[in-house]
């Protein structure tokens, strides 16, 4: 029998993994602020995101990992935005604004192009080659 033992990735002390990622100590904490949060935000639902670290002393790290992970809406909120992970550019959903996630689209696009192109060109190559041995023979 072996147990499952890691360091907690936010305090570094020794645990027993079980469903959560951290201690214990560091889970209630992590409930305490996002409970703190939803409290903020349901009591000035016009406050932005910087209003919302400063009333809860949450950090904005922790705040956007909530709204991420879909425990936290926005919906109500229209003044909270969080960064864009590429641009960092204001987005109230996903996590890439649309000029980002467009770009990134026709990125893999064009390699997609360029691996069929070049697979259609390594195949036609080699049409030949297999031809001219053929002619060869003859």
């Not at 939803?38 to 002393?57: A, I, P």
């Not at 992970?85 to 893999?108: A, F, W, Y």
């Amino acid at each position: 029998m072996s147990m499952n033992v890691q360091n907690c990735p936010r305090c570094g002390k020794l645990f027993v993994k079980s469903f959560a990622e951290s201690c214990p100590a560091c889970v209630k904490e992590t409930e305490a602020q996002y409970t703190a949060c939803v409290e903020y935000l349901r009591n000035n639902r016009k406050s932005d995101l910087q209003e919302l670290h400063e009333g809860t002393e949450v950090p904005m790290r922790q705040i956007i990992r909530f709204i991420r992970e879909g425990r936290i809406s926005i919906a109500d909120s229209p003044n909270v935005t969080y960064p864009c992970e590429v641009c960092g550019s204001p987005i109230r959903e996903h996590t890439m604004c649309d000029s980002c996630r467009q770009r990134l689209v026709k990125d893999v696009n064009q390699v997609l192009e360029e691996g069929k192109s070049s697979a259609a060109a390594e195949k036609e190559s080699l049409h030949y080659r297999i031809t001219d041995r053929l002619k060869e023979r003859h």
